[in-house]
Protein backbone atom coordinates (compact mmCIF):
# COMPACT_ATOMS: atom_id res chain seq x y z
CA UNK A 1 0.00 0.00 0.00
CA UNK A 2 1.16 3.75 -0.98
CA UNK A 3 2.22 6.25 2.00
CA UNK A 4 -0.40 8.28 3.08
CA UNK A 5 0.15 11.86 2.66
CA UNK A 6 0.03 14.37 4.98
CA UNK A 7 -0.19 18.52 4.52
CA UNK A 8 0.97 19.61 7.89
CA UNK A 9 -0.37 23.01 9.38
CA UNK A 10 1.90 23.83 12.23
CA UNK A 11 5.62 23.14 12.55
CA UNK A 12 6.25 23.27 16.59
CA UNK A 13 6.59 21.03 18.99
CA UNK A 14 3.84 18.92 18.91
CA UNK A 15 4.09 18.56 15.16
CA UNK A 16 8.10 17.49 14.93
CA UNK A 17 7.08 14.72 18.12
CA UNK A 18 3.98 13.32 15.43
CA UNK A 19 6.34 13.31 12.51
CA UNK A 20 9.39 11.58 14.15
CA UNK A 21 6.37 8.84 15.64
CA UNK A 22 4.21 8.62 11.84
CA UNK A 23 7.22 8.59 9.75
CA UNK A 24 8.14 5.19 11.29
CA UNK A 25 5.52 3.56 9.55
CA UNK A 26 3.76 3.78 6.46
CA UNK A 27 2.96 7.55 6.32
CA UNK A 28 4.64 10.86 4.70
CA UNK A 29 4.88 14.72 4.76
CA UNK A 30 4.28 16.06 1.92
CA UNK A 31 3.78 19.75 2.60
CA UNK A 32 4.02 21.91 5.38
CA UNK A 33 2.79 25.57 6.45
CA UNK A 34 3.82 27.43 9.52
CA UNK A 35 3.78 31.41 10.17
CA UNK A 36 7.07 31.33 10.40
CA UNK A 37 8.41 30.19 6.81
CA UNK A 38 12.01 29.83 8.31
CA UNK A 39 10.17 27.13 10.90
CA UNK A 40 8.16 25.66 8.26
CA UNK A 41 11.27 25.10 5.45
CA UNK A 42 13.46 23.88 7.95
CA UNK A 43 11.09 21.20 9.02
CA UNK A 44 9.69 20.51 5.54
CA UNK A 45 13.59 19.76 4.39
CA UNK A 46 13.85 17.65 7.29
CA UNK A 47 11.24 15.59 6.01
CA UNK A 48 11.31 15.48 2.44
CA UNK A 49 8.18 17.79 2.00
CA UNK A 50 7.74 21.37 0.66
CA UNK A 51 7.09 24.27 2.93
CA UNK A 52 4.10 27.28 1.46
CA UNK A 53 3.97 30.86 2.26
CA UNK A 54 -0.18 30.35 2.72
CA UNK A 55 -1.61 27.20 4.19
CA UNK A 56 -4.54 26.86 0.90
CA UNK A 57 -1.47 26.59 -0.77
CA UNK A 58 -0.13 23.72 1.53
CA UNK A 59 -3.50 21.83 1.30
CA UNK A 60 -4.86 21.99 -1.95
CA UNK A 61 -2.73 19.81 -3.52
CA UNK A 62 -3.29 16.79 -5.51
CA UNK A 63 -0.99 14.51 -3.46
CA UNK A 64 -2.53 15.74 -0.42
CA UNK A 65 -4.64 12.70 1.48
CA UNK A 66 -5.10 14.42 4.75
CA UNK A 67 -4.54 17.36 6.62
CA UNK A 68 -3.15 17.31 9.99
CA UNK A 69 -3.46 20.83 12.19
CA UNK A 70 -0.92 21.21 14.86
CA UNK A 71 -1.46 24.70 15.93
CA UNK A 72 -2.73 26.45 19.12
CA UNK A 73 -5.99 25.72 19.09
CA UNK A 74 -7.31 29.43 18.96
CA UNK A 75 -6.38 28.99 15.19
CA UNK A 76 -8.15 25.51 14.59
CA UNK A 77 -11.08 26.55 13.38
CA UNK A 78 -10.11 28.91 10.86
CA UNK A 79 -7.46 26.12 9.30
CA UNK A 80 -9.95 23.27 9.53
CA UNK A 81 -12.43 25.50 7.75
CA UNK A 82 -9.52 26.12 5.11
CA UNK A 83 -9.21 22.28 4.42
CA UNK A 84 -13.02 21.38 4.41
CA UNK A 85 -13.75 23.96 2.04
CA UNK A 86 -11.04 21.99 -0.20
CA UNK A 87 -12.75 18.81 0.79
CA UNK A 88 -9.26 17.33 2.45
CA UNK A 89 -9.67 14.83 5.67
CA UNK A 90 -8.77 16.65 8.49
CA UNK A 91 -6.86 15.40 12.04
CA UNK A 92 -7.26 18.14 14.04
CA UNK A 93 -5.19 18.58 17.34
CA UNK A 94 -6.93 18.43 20.74
CA UNK A 95 -8.71 20.29 21.72
CA UNK A 96 -10.28 21.07 18.27
CA UNK A 97 -11.62 23.94 19.14
CA UNK A 98 -12.08 26.98 22.36
CA UNK A 99 -15.48 25.90 22.84
CA UNK A 100 -18.05 23.65 21.41
CA UNK A 101 -20.04 26.19 19.31
CA UNK A 102 -16.49 26.70 17.49
CA UNK A 103 -16.20 22.35 17.20
CA UNK A 104 -20.16 22.10 15.97
CA UNK A 105 -19.10 24.69 13.09
CA UNK A 106 -16.29 22.17 11.93
CA UNK A 107 -18.28 19.64 12.10
CA UNK A 108 -20.95 21.12 10.55
CA UNK A 109 -18.31 22.04 7.82
CA UNK A 110 -17.08 18.55 7.35
CA UNK A 111 -20.68 17.20 7.07
CA UNK A 112 -21.29 20.08 4.57
CA UNK A 113 -18.57 18.91 2.34
CA UNK A 114 -19.09 14.95 3.22
CA UNK A 115 -15.41 15.13 4.45
CA UNK A 116 -13.72 13.25 6.84
CA UNK A 117 -12.44 15.36 10.11
CA UNK A 118 -11.35 13.81 13.57
CA UNK A 119 -9.83 15.07 16.82
CA UNK A 120 -6.36 14.32 17.20
CA UNK A 121 -6.31 12.67 21.21
CA UNK A 122 -4.55 9.69 21.32
CA UNK A 123 -6.22 8.67 24.29
CA UNK A 124 -9.46 7.84 21.94
CA UNK A 125 -7.28 5.43 19.42
CA UNK A 126 -5.08 3.88 23.04
CA UNK A 127 -5.04 0.45 22.86
CA UNK A 128 -4.75 0.50 26.61
CA UNK A 129 -7.63 3.22 27.36
CA UNK A 130 -9.71 0.87 25.04
CA UNK A 131 -9.00 -2.41 27.55
CA UNK A 132 -9.88 -0.19 30.34
CA UNK A 133 -13.25 0.81 28.89
CA UNK A 134 -14.18 -2.50 28.44
CA UNK A 135 -12.94 -3.94 31.94
CA UNK A 136 -15.47 -0.98 33.07
CA UNK A 137 -18.41 -1.69 31.22
CA UNK A 138 -18.30 -5.70 31.46
CA UNK A 139 -18.73 -5.13 35.03
CA UNK A 140 -15.09 -6.71 35.76
CA UNK A 141 -14.80 -4.47 38.98
CA UNK A 142 -18.10 -4.51 39.99
CA UNK A 143 -20.24 -0.70 39.89
CA UNK A 144 -17.48 1.83 39.44
CA UNK A 145 -18.26 4.03 42.77
CA UNK A 146 -15.54 6.66 42.51
CA UNK A 147 -12.57 7.75 39.94
CA UNK A 148 -10.12 9.59 40.95
CA UNK A 149 -7.32 11.24 38.17
CA UNK A 150 -4.13 13.34 38.98
CA UNK A 151 -2.80 15.16 36.08
CA UNK A 152 -0.50 17.79 36.07
CA UNK A 153 3.11 19.36 35.06
CA UNK A 154 5.15 22.46 36.05
CA UNK A 155 3.49 24.72 33.30
CA UNK A 156 4.03 27.88 35.24
CA UNK A 157 7.90 27.55 35.05
CA UNK A 158 7.64 27.79 31.12
CA UNK A 159 8.36 31.00 29.46
CA UNK A 160 5.64 33.88 29.89
CA UNK A 161 5.25 33.43 26.33
CA UNK A 162 4.27 30.24 26.22
CA UNK A 163 1.05 29.79 24.63
CA UNK A 164 0.21 27.59 27.79
CA UNK A 165 0.47 30.82 29.76
CA UNK A 166 -0.98 33.81 27.51
CA UNK A 167 -5.39 33.94 27.76
CA UNK A 168 -4.38 35.34 24.01
CA UNK A 169 -3.92 31.93 23.16
CA UNK A 170 -6.70 30.16 25.52
CA UNK A 171 -3.87 29.00 27.64
CA UNK A 172 -4.43 27.19 31.04
CA UNK A 173 -4.76 23.86 32.55
CA UNK A 174 -8.11 23.15 31.58
CA UNK A 175 -7.83 23.21 27.64
CA UNK A 176 -4.16 22.03 27.60
CA UNK A 177 -3.85 19.09 29.98
CA UNK A 178 -7.59 18.81 31.70
CA UNK A 179 -9.46 17.70 28.04
CA UNK A 180 -7.14 14.30 29.02
CA UNK A 181 -8.72 13.45 32.09
CA UNK A 182 -12.32 14.45 30.91
CA UNK A 183 -11.80 12.82 27.97
CA UNK A 184 -11.05 9.62 29.51
CA UNK A 185 -14.00 10.06 31.70
CA UNK A 186 -16.17 10.70 29.24
CA UNK A 187 -14.94 7.83 26.86
CA UNK A 188 -16.19 5.01 29.86
CA UNK A 189 -19.21 6.84 31.36
CA UNK A 190 -20.47 9.33 28.80
CA UNK A 191 -21.92 13.36 29.92
CA UNK A 192 -22.56 13.29 33.39
CA UNK A 193 -25.56 14.50 34.99
CA UNK A 194 -23.47 16.98 36.88
CA UNK A 195 -20.40 19.23 36.82
CA UNK A 196 -18.94 20.95 39.88
CA UNK A 197 -15.76 22.64 38.75
CA UNK A 198 -13.46 24.31 41.58
CA UNK A 199 -10.01 26.25 40.75
CA UNK A 200 -7.84 29.15 40.64
CA UNK A 201 -7.23 31.99 38.17
CA UNK A 202 -3.94 34.28 37.53
CA UNK A 203 -3.42 36.48 34.83
CA UNK A 204 -6.17 35.35 33.09
CA UNK A 205 -6.02 31.59 32.87
CA UNK A 206 -6.85 28.69 34.81
CA UNK A 207 -3.94 27.27 36.99
CA UNK A 208 -5.57 24.80 38.45
CA UNK A 209 -9.01 23.38 39.38
CA UNK A 210 -10.61 20.06 40.36
CA UNK A 211 -13.58 18.56 38.22
CA UNK A 212 -16.24 16.62 39.89
CA UNK A 213 -18.49 14.89 37.31
CA UNK A 214 -21.45 12.77 38.75
CA UNK A 215 -22.92 9.82 37.00
CA UNK A 216 -25.87 8.74 39.54
CA UNK A 217 -23.64 6.55 42.08
CA UNK A 218 -20.42 7.34 40.36
CA UNK A 219 -18.15 9.98 40.69
CA UNK A 220 -15.33 11.23 39.48
CA UNK A 221 -12.67 13.87 40.79
CA UNK A 222 -10.44 15.32 38.96
CA UNK A 223 -7.17 16.94 39.73
CA UNK A 224 -5.76 19.28 37.03
CA UNK A 225 -2.36 21.70 37.48
CA UNK A 226 0.23 23.96 36.10
CA UNK A 227 2.58 24.14 39.29
CA UNK A 228 3.49 20.37 40.20
CA UNK A 229 4.41 17.00 38.73
CA UNK A 230 1.74 14.07 38.81
CA UNK A 231 -0.35 11.63 37.20
CA UNK A 232 -2.24 8.88 37.28
CA UNK A 233 -6.03 6.92 37.32
CA UNK A 234 -7.53 4.86 39.79
CA UNK A 235 -11.21 3.60 38.92
CA UNK A 236 -12.55 1.78 41.86
CA UNK A 237 -15.85 -0.26 42.03
CA UNK A 238 -17.38 -2.71 43.98
CA UNK A 239 -15.15 -5.82 43.91
CA UNK A 240 -12.18 -4.91 42.48
CA UNK A 241 -9.95 -1.46 41.45
CA UNK A 242 -8.29 -0.48 38.02
CA UNK A 243 -4.84 1.62 38.43
CA UNK A 244 -3.57 3.25 35.45
CA UNK A 245 -0.37 5.15 36.26
CA UNK A 246 0.38 7.15 33.33
CA UNK A 247 -2.71 7.47 31.80
CA UNK A 248 -2.64 9.83 29.39
CA UNK A 249 -0.01 7.78 27.72
CA UNK A 250 -0.23 4.93 29.60
CA UNK A 251 1.23 1.24 28.21
CA UNK A 252 -0.11 -0.43 30.89
CA UNK A 253 -3.24 -0.65 33.29
CA UNK A 254 -3.33 -2.80 36.26
CA UNK A 255 -6.88 -4.62 36.95
CA UNK A 256 -7.51 -6.30 40.65
CA UNK A 257 -10.58 -7.87 41.34
CA UNK A 258 -11.97 -11.38 42.58
CA UNK A 259 -11.09 -13.17 40.00
CA UNK A 260 -7.12 -12.24 40.75
CA UNK A 261 -5.10 -9.54 39.11
CA UNK A 262 -4.38 -8.77 35.53
CA UNK A 263 -1.86 -6.64 33.54
CA UNK A 264 -2.88 -5.28 30.14
CA UNK A 265 0.23 -3.64 28.09
CA UNK A 266 -0.73 -1.56 24.80
CA UNK A 267 0.60 1.35 22.77
CA UNK A 268 -0.23 4.93 22.90
CA UNK A 269 1.30 6.69 20.45
CA UNK A 270 0.72 9.01 17.34
CA UNK A 271 1.65 5.94 14.99
CA UNK A 272 -1.14 4.01 16.38
CA UNK A 273 -3.71 7.28 16.52
CA UNK A 274 -2.15 8.57 12.23
CA UNK A 275 -2.54 4.90 11.15
CA UNK A 276 -6.27 4.32 12.50
CA UNK A 277 -7.24 7.44 10.63
CA UNK A 278 -5.72 6.96 7.25
CA UNK A 279 -7.22 3.61 7.54
CA UNK A 280 -11.09 5.01 8.19
CA UNK A 281 -10.27 7.73 5.58
CA UNK A 282 -8.91 5.54 2.93
CA UNK A 283 -11.99 3.66 3.56
CA UNK A 284 -14.37 6.75 2.64
CA UNK A 285 -15.90 7.47 6.17
CA UNK A 286 -16.86 10.86 7.37
CA UNK A 287 -16.40 10.19 10.89
CA UNK A 288 -14.20 8.46 13.48
CA UNK A 289 -15.43 5.09 14.73
CA UNK A 290 -12.74 6.16 17.49
CA UNK A 291 -14.26 9.26 18.17
CA UNK A 292 -17.61 10.43 17.16
CA UNK A 293 -18.53 13.89 16.47
CA UNK A 294 -20.55 14.23 19.73
CA UNK A 295 -17.91 12.75 21.61
CA UNK A 296 -15.77 15.72 20.56
CA UNK A 297 -18.42 18.29 21.32
CA UNK A 298 -19.56 17.23 24.52
CA UNK A 299 -15.77 16.79 25.88
CA UNK A 300 -16.12 20.37 24.93
CA UNK A 301 -19.27 21.35 26.27
CA UNK A 302 -17.93 19.87 29.62
CA UNK A 303 -15.10 22.42 29.75
CA UNK A 304 -17.34 25.51 28.62
CA UNK A 305 -19.40 24.66 31.67
CA UNK A 306 -16.48 24.39 33.67
CA UNK A 307 -14.99 27.96 32.56
CA UNK A 308 -18.32 29.06 33.37
CA UNK A 309 -18.52 27.88 36.96
CA UNK A 310 -14.65 29.47 37.25
CA UNK A 311 -15.86 32.98 35.33
CA UNK A 312 -13.01 32.50 32.69
CA UNK A 313 -13.34 34.43 29.46
CA UNK A 314 -10.50 34.73 27.14
CA UNK A 315 -9.57 38.44 25.73
CA UNK A 316 -10.94 37.75 22.42
CA UNK A 317 -14.30 36.65 24.06
CA UNK A 318 -14.89 39.83 25.72
Sequence with gaps: MEKFRWAYIGSGNIARSTALSILRGNHCITSVYSRNYKTASAFAAKHGAKAYKTAEEAINRDDVDGVYIATPHTSHLEYGL????FKKPVLCEKPVCVSAADAQTLIDSAKENDTYFAEAMWTWFSDVALKVKEWVQSGRIGEVKNVTIHYAFPGMMMPKTSRVLMPETAGGALLDIGIYPITYCYNIFGYPNEIICRGRLKNGIDVSETVTLRYGDTECRLHMSLSSLREGCVITGTSGKINVPVFHMGASAILKSEGGNEIFRGKTDYLTEF????????????????????????????????????GLKYPFEQ
Excluded at 82 to 85: E, I, P
Excluded at 275 to 292: L, W
Aim: charged share 35%.
Design 82 to 85: TALK
Design 275 to 310: SHVADEIRAGKKESEFIPFKSTIDCLRIIDECRHQL
